[in-house]
Nanobody
Framework: QVQLVESGGGLVQPGGSLRLSCAAS????????MRWYRQAPGKQRELVAH???????NYADSVKGRFTISRDNAKNTAYLQMNSLKHEDTAVYYC????????WGQGTQVTVSS
């Protein structure tokens, strides 16, 4: 069974940092592009970051320069390093393969608040 488990979220003050993890099982992250998405209350899920199999990255304009997506093939895990967090980054964060995505997991809640 293919599964993705997100973790690392929490409550952080504006300007703080968090690193999210996306642990995969049943499928190798090394042979897929990986994406991080987020969904804020009352809003649609949006794409935040993308990393190709060769490490090329792309980001939503709203997080460019603050977030970094990466992968550790040996650990079969993708990451999202989030720095300089803002109130508007508050959301549930999800990861998925691209293409051939799987049903969404539980996600991990990120709350940016003072």
């Amino acid at each position: 069974q293919v599964q993705l488990v997100e973790s690392g979220g929490g409550l952080v003050q504006p300007g703080g940092s968090l690193r999210l993890s996306c642990a995969a099982s049943g499928r190798l992250v090394s042979i897929y592009a990986m994406r991080w998405y987020r969904q804020a209350p009352g809003k649609q899920r949006e794409l935040v970051a993308h990393i190709t199999t060769v490490g090329t990255t792309n980001y939503a304009d709203s997080v460019k320069g603050r977030f970094t997506i990466s992968r550790d093939n040996a650990k079969n895990t993708a990451y999202l390093q989030m720095n300089s967090l803002k109130h508007e980054d508050t959301a549930v964060y999800y990861c998925n393969f691209f293409p051939n995505s799987i049903p969404w997991g539980q996600g991990t809640q990120v709350t940016v608040s003072s």
